[in-house]
């Protein structure tokens, strides 16, 4: 373990000298503060939303309401449709096998839908689900904090460890008695730390900010955001572990992370989306961590209902470091 706490030491040591680096982990959290603040201020919603399970079904009634302000989406998991109906995500959902309407009785959107139903003879019942409701600033900050984790842990060490190679930094350390692996695992557990400090302070201020929802432990939160960390740093070294090209790198960092930006969840919902992407995004490690966050900072879960996510985010760990200290190049 010596030489793995002397590269974490020193790796340490160079982040906190540079100056502009270090300004920057605690400017950019700040700056994600205030765009939270400014963007999320709005909560106006002008759409019905409507979860039909297993198929959508004309319904005798919801047919009055105009196209042009509702949106219709499938889903095969009634379980699923409910929790978004509990979380006022969706307005209404619509058992098609069991022939059962169910609404949110504390959502007023959900009560007109209740109205028209009222007036119109249908063979449905009419059932009633209570949840209070959940802001878009509550559903996105878990993407905001994923993406914040995704860019500091992809680039942060991406960049360092082709700089490295780049400046026979690695050449001179390859010629001390430390392995690939030793070398790597120090500079995820060294970038771990400054991931997890500069995310516990955006959801520190945006809560504060914000009087965020959290239903759910913020020990449980924290431990998942660590594991995330860790996936995605792992994800950055395996990346850059043989290119000496910074533009290479940065090519393919961007990437990684475009698919990330947009099938994980981070700003909108894919439950409306095609199946194959749906299909797609569980191979992200980001979505395990947007959808372990938002399931214990909204629904209240515990580790124990979030632990496939952890054990996928932790399997990705392991394969990235490992073919990562396989394929690394000490050398240009």
């Known amino acids: ?4 706490f002397t590269l974490w030491m020193t790796r340490n040591k160079e982040f906190y000298r540079d100056r502009g680096s270090l300004s920057w982990a605690f400017i950019f959290p700040i700056l994600l503060i205030i765009g939270c603040a400014l963007a999320f201020s709005d909560q106006d ?10 198929d959508k079904a004309e319904v005798p009634g919801l047919a009055a309401i105009n196209s042009n302000y509702s949106k219709n989406i499938s889903y095969s998991d009634l379980e699923k449709a409910k929790l978004r109906l509990r979380n006022h995500q969706l307005h209404a959902v619509v058992d098609t096998e069991s022939k059962t309407i169910w609404v949110n009785n504390l959502a007023t ?3 007109l839908i209740k109205q028209l139903l009222e007036n119109t003879d249908h063979s449905f019942l009419l059932s009633e689900i209570n949840g209070k409701p959940v802001r878009y600033v509550d559903w996105v900050i878990p993407g905001v904090l994923g993406m914040n984790i995704m860019f500091s842990a992809l680039f942060g060490v991406g960049y360092v460890l082709v700089r490295y190679r780049k400046n026979g930094v690695l050449k001179r350390i390859h010629a001390t008695p430390v392995s690939a692996f030793e070398f790597l695992a120090a500079q995820v557990a060294s970038r771990l730390i400054i991931v997890v400090v500069a995310s516990t302070v955006i959801f520190v201020g945006s809560d504060l900010a914000l009087d965020l929802m959290v239903e759910g432990s913020r020990l449980n939160l924290l431990i998942v955001s660590i594991f995330g960390a860790s996936s995605m ?10 290119t000496d090209s910074e533009e290479l790198a940065g090519g ?9 930006m947009f099938l994980s969840g981070i700003w909108f919902s894919m439950d409306d989306s095609p199946l194959y992407l749906q299909q797609l995004a569980q ?26 996510h952890i054990m996928i985010m932790l399997a990705f760990t392991v394969f990235s470091l490992f073919f990562a200290s396989v394929f690394f190049r000490w050398h240009k």
């Open 1 to 4: 373990m010596k030489p793995f």
């Open 45 to 54: 919603k002008t759409l019905l939303q409507i979860g039909y399970f297993p």
């Open 252 to 260: 393919i960092l961007n990437a990684a992370t475009w698919p990330m």
């Open 283 to 308: 191979f992200l490690p980001l979505t395990h961590l947007v959808e372990a966050a938002r399931d214990i900072m909204i629904n209240g879960t515990g580790l124990i209902d979030v632990m496939d």
């Open 109 to 111: 959107e959900s009560q």
């Open 233 to 242: 740093i792992s994800l950055g070294l395996l990346i850059a572990c043989r």
